[in-house]
Every structure is written in C-alpha cells, then in structure tokens.
C-alpha cells in the first residue's frame, strides 16, 4: 500500500469489481485510461470561420489494462477468455464518479509473451441512454 507525504494525489486504481456478461471477472486490473468522446459538426459562416458547434452522441469510454488470475491454475486458465464485443460490463467504483457504470464492450485483445503473464486490453463505452441491456 502506498504511503502519501507531502502533497495528496490521486494514486493507484479504485475499481474494485467487474462483470462482464453478468459474471464477475477474476482480473487484475494493472491499467484504466478514461475519455469523453461525442460526435460534433462545426458551423460555420460564409467566409469559412467557425461560428458554432453542434455536440451529439457523448459518451464515455473506459480501457482496462487487465491479467486473468485465479485461486488455482485452472481457475486462471478458465479466466484467460477475453470478453464478446457487446458484452455488457458493469464497473464499481465508489472513488471515481467518471468510472463506475453501465458500458458495452467496444474492443477486447489478448497479448502473451514468453516473458510475462497474459493480459488483456478492454475497451468498454457508456452512451448517454444505458444500452448495456440484451433485448430478446
């Protein structure tokens, strides 16, 4: 656990629990990256300068840098599935009001090497209406 001195900071990440496909992921969460994204169409006048700007479509789109575990190794090697493209994910995070919610899996890649654990980068996003609901 880190110890602050000095000046306090926003250290370390405070997700503590993801669930993916409605099961929870035993993952390690090693990296999060945070944007607000939208759709926009400048206006503009005659001579081409910008007068306005028209903003639609927000939304919010996480990256996990995470590693699958588990309490035994079939546990961790069950684990290693990388998630579905539309998915949804939810995130708890009681310290971090632009992160916890409701989000669809937008991205997922695996990367392993013979020198390190496997891990997984996923991108989920979070639009403006909660579309994180399968509809049958």
């Known amino acids: 656990m880190a110890v602050q001195k000095g000046l306090g900071v926003v250290f370390g990440i405070s997700s503590s629990a993801i669930t993916i496909g409605g099961q929870a992921r035993t993952w390690n969460v090693t990296g999060q990256s ?3 994204e939208a759709e926009t169409v400048v206006v503009r006048d005659k001579d081409g300068e910008t007068k306005g700007m028209v903003v639609y479509d927000p939304r919010d789109v996480i ?3 995470v590693y699958p575990n588990g309490t035994s190794l079939a546990n961790a090697v069950t684990a290693n599935t990388l998630p579905d493209i ?5 995130i708890t995070d009681s310290s ?3 992160i916890g919610g409701n989000y669809v899996v937008t991205s997922s890649s695996k990367s ?8 997984f980068d996923v991108e989920v996003t979070k639009y403006s209406s909660d579309i994180s609901a399968t509809i049958s």
């Open 63 to 65: 990256g996990l840098t």
């Open 86 to 90: 539309g998915d949804a994910c939810v």
């Open 112 to 119: 392993k090497s013979n020198t390190d654990v496997t891990s």
């Open 96 to 98: 971090d009001s632009d």
């Open 34 to 36: 945070v944007s607000k």
